[in-house]
């Protein structure tokens, strides 16, 4: 069983949508999660940490379920500019991280 | 802050071929990561180092990959000999790993990427 659990997708949504990922994970030891944003050809960079309290950052919403071992990502007024991959990250122990194979967002116009 | 350094771009090479793929951490890291991404596996977590030293390469696919970190400032990833199953983009990531916890304060950089062609 994989770590770490994503719907690949494709989303394609239209401006101004709201959409939602989500991803498990199979490890109750995690302890901190993030979600990654990478652009075509490009290299992952943070998005977000997730904490348990849940947080948001002007548009995005990330939200932890431990019970369920799940991390959601939430996008409110969806911009041409938020097509990308976002991939869901667990760190389990100091360097022990696991990437989710991503959930592919297209903004269409 | 330059930001994580890989080179090269880009490598084209025929089966057989040794490949050496180069990173240079963000300075003050103290964590190394080798990754590679393909469409089938997505990102796959290949080696990482910490203080220059290997901890985990249980991801490493083969004897034929090896990875050194000989200083702080400098790591190879090594392909001898390619295959054109090894083709894939490799990222090379580093962070500042403040405790042995994992914490929000973990965050990894990567670098641009090499992206590796084995004919």
């Not at chain 1, 994989?2 to 995690?30: H, I, L, R």
């Not at chain 1, 379920?65 to 667990?90: E, F, G, P």
């Not at chain 2, 390469?57 to 400098?74: H, L, V």
């Not at chain 2, 894939?88 to 950089?109: I, K, M, P, T």
Request: aromatic letters at 12%; glycine letters at 6%; one cysteine or more.
């Amino acid at each position: 069983r994989k770590e770490v659990e994503q719907d690949p997708g494709p989303f394609n949504v239209p401006e101004g949508a709201t959409v939602a990922f989500n991803c498990t994970y199979s490890n109750s030891a995690s302890q901190s999660f993030f979600w990654y944003r990478q652009d075509c050809r490009k290299e992952p960079k943070l998005l977000m940490s997730v904490y348990s309290s849940g947080n948001e950052d002007g548009r995005f919403t990330a939200q932890l379920n431990r019970a369920s071992q799940y991390i959601s990502l939430l996008i409110r007024d969806s911009k041409l500019s938020d097509s990308a991959t976002y991939l869901c990250v667990v760190n389990i122990y100091g360097n022990q991280f696991y990437f989710g194979t991503g959930t592919s967002l297209t903004v269409i116009p | 802050d330059a930001g994580v350094i890989q080179s090269p771009r880009h490598e084209v090479t025929e089966m057989g071929q040794e490949v050496t793929l180069r990173c240079k951490p963000i300075s003050g890291h103290n964590s190394l990561f080798w990754y590679r991404q393909t469409m089938m596996r997505g990102l796959e977590l290949l080696i990482y180092f910490n203080n220059n030293v290997p901890i985990d390469d249980s991801g490493m696919p083969e004897d034929r990959f090896s990875a050194k970190m000989p200083n702080a400032s400098f790591s190879t990833l090594k392909i001898q000999p390619s295959e054109p199953r090894d083709s894939a983009v490799y990222f090379c990531a580093s962070s500042r790993l403040r405790a042995r916890e994992a914490g929000a304060d973990n965050e990894q950089f990567f670098g641009p990427g090499t992206r590796l062609t084995v004919l």
